[in-house]
Structure formats: C-alpha cells, structure tokens
C-alpha cells in the first residue's frame, strides 16, 4: 500500500502546484486565457476554489482562498496517506 500512498501523495502535490500556478497568473497582466495551458490551469483549480472564495471573501482585492485550499488539501492528503500506512 506504500506504493499508493506514494502515487496519492504525489497527485496532491502536483495539484498544490496548479493551484500555486493560478496564484501567480492572477498577479500577471497580460495573460492569454484562450491558451490551452492556462485554461486547463483554470478548468482544474475552480471547482475547488469556487467554494473557499465564497466562504473567504476577498479582502482589500486579495484572495485568500488558496491559502484555505492548501491546508484543506494538507489535511486530507495526510489523512488518506497516514490510512494508507496503516493498512
């Protein structure tokens, strides 16, 4: 089961870095939302971010809702992986 673990934690994390991706193209003006890369980016953070930027509202124009993704995500990651272990 370690090698499940290993491939779950692995899908976390490369998630963490999409959304981390979105993050910073929010900052970039100029950005082309018709390219296939940044509409992927978009299409796979925004039924995760869409529910957290409700709770979270924006405050002074920044979004604080990836930060509440992450330890969400840190938190179910460590649960299933910590499970996984354990079987």
Known sequence: ???????????????????IARFIMSWMPNIDYYHPAVRFIYTATEPILAPFRRILPTIGGIDFSP??????????RGAIVQALYLL
């Open 67 to 76: 930060i509440l993704v992450f330890l969400v995500i840190d938190f179910i």
């Open 1 to 19: 089961m370690r090698w499940l673990a290993y491939f779950i934690n692995l899908g976390f994390s490369i998630y963490r870095w999409i959304i």
